[in-house]
């Protein structure tokens, strides 16, 4: 098992400039998500941290030792991708033991290590076979196998579930946290899925545009957003967002609808800000809240989501535990819950400013 640390690292394609200074640490046994949208570098930056690809500039440490220059095959690490690419003439077992093979181990370790592996994950019924004989499901857990065998110090996932049915991915993840428990491994593993994010991260790092925009555990990011990309980011149905204005009385008011208190908040009268409400933090209200009109119920059954257009023209998202009798074409009011909203101020790049 190894630690990891990146320093001030930049990659660039010609002029372009895709990683822009990236500092990072990876504790021993830490399992780190990269997540951010398509293109934000995140697959650039875990194949410079495999040594397929090398950093414009700074440096990439493991176990506190340089490894700038040393091959992939040199690092410790095993990699999974979206695409698993195993050799399609070798039964999985011959599969799990080719790399291994090709190190010269002995046959033993190499029984041992495949024999742990397909425990681990489920595929020893399997071993005979040929990757065109298993479900998607299957192969993709024989890659996995394959870097398990490998017993890296670090192990890397780039987006390894994104070919999977959904419920298949379910499954998968909780797969991949449990076999992260059993091994207590190092792992970092790439996603453009804040849900994969969320529900297998001991960190989330969110990239945007080669940028790091947040680092921190799931539920830190969720409630204490940077900024409103990372709020808006993290967070499903996402965060609801609202045009407003510091007031002059202790009050914010939303632009087109009205005042909401603002207890305990400092900031310039007449600053420009946005309101920033998860779904589930607005419910319905008789008197006093903001009206709107309803477009859209979705019931899921255990919970309802609410789409909704207020009386400034701004569409939103509430969702509220249980089933409701709301429907389209209802006017209705929405209050803010347990005075649970966000603020980011407009004119410094809408940072995080407080909490109402
Ligand atoms: N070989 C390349 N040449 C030029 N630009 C590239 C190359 N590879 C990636 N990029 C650019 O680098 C950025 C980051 O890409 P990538 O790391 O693949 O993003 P992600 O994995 O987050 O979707 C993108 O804008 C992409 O177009
Ligand atoms: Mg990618």
């Known amino acids: ?28 046994g830490e399992f780190v998500v990269f997540v951010g949208p398509s293109g934000c570098g995140k697959s650039t930056l875990l194949r410079i941290i495999a040594g397929l690809d090398r950093p414009s500039g700074g440096d990439v440490l493991i176990d506190g030792i340089r490894v700038n220059d040393r091959s992939a095959a040199e690092r410790g690490l095993a990699m999974v991708f979206q695409s698993y690419a195993l050799y399609p003439h070798m039964t999985v077992r011959q599969n799990l033991a080719f790399g291994l093979e090709n190190q010269r181990m002995a046959r033993a370790e190499i029984d041992r290590r495949i ?13 005979a076979r040929k990757p065109g004989q298993l479900s998607g499901g299957q192969r993709q857990r024989v890659a996995i196998g394959r870097t398990v065998t490998r017993e890296p110090g670090i192990f890397l996932f780039d987006e390894p579930l994104s070919n999977l049915d959904a419920e298949l991915r379910v499954q998968m993840r909780v797969e991949l946290s449990t076999l992260h428990k059993r091994l207590k491994a190092t792992m970092i593993y790439v996603t453009h899925d804040q849900t994969e994010a969320m529900t297998m991260a001991d960190r989330i790092v969110v990239l945007r545009a080669g940028r790091v925009e947040q680092a921190g555990p799931p539920l830190v990011l969720y409630n204490t957003p940077a900024n409103r990309f990372v709020a808006g980011f993290i967070g499903s149905p996402r965060m ?24 305990g908040f400092a900031a310039a ?42 009386g400034n023209g701004e569409r939103i998202t509430v969702r509220r535990p249980g089933q409701t009798g709301l429907r389209r074409g209802t006017a209705a009011k929405i209050a803010i819950v347990d005075a649970q909203a966000h603020l980011f101020r407009t004119q410094d790049g809408e940072v995080a400013v407080g909490r109402i």
């Open 1 to 28: 098992m190894s630690n990891l640390s990146l320093r001030g690292i930049v990659r660039d394609y010609g002029a372009l400039r895709v990683i822009h200074g990236i500092d990072l640490d990876v504790s021993e």
């Open 115 to 127: 024999a742990d592996a397909a425990r681990m994950l489920q595929i020893e019924h399997l071993l």
């Open 240 to 263: 609801n967002f609202l045009p407003a204005e510091i007031a002059l009385d202790g009050q914010i008011a939303v632009t087109g609808l009205g005042a909401i208190a603002l207890p």
């Open 269 to 310: 009268a007449g600053d420009a800000v946005t309101l920033g409400v998860r779904p589930e933090h607005f419910d319905f209200c008789d008197a006093g809240g903001l009206p709107g009109t309803v477009d859209l119920v979705e019931h899921m059954g255990g919970e309802s989501y609410v789409y909704m257009t207020l």
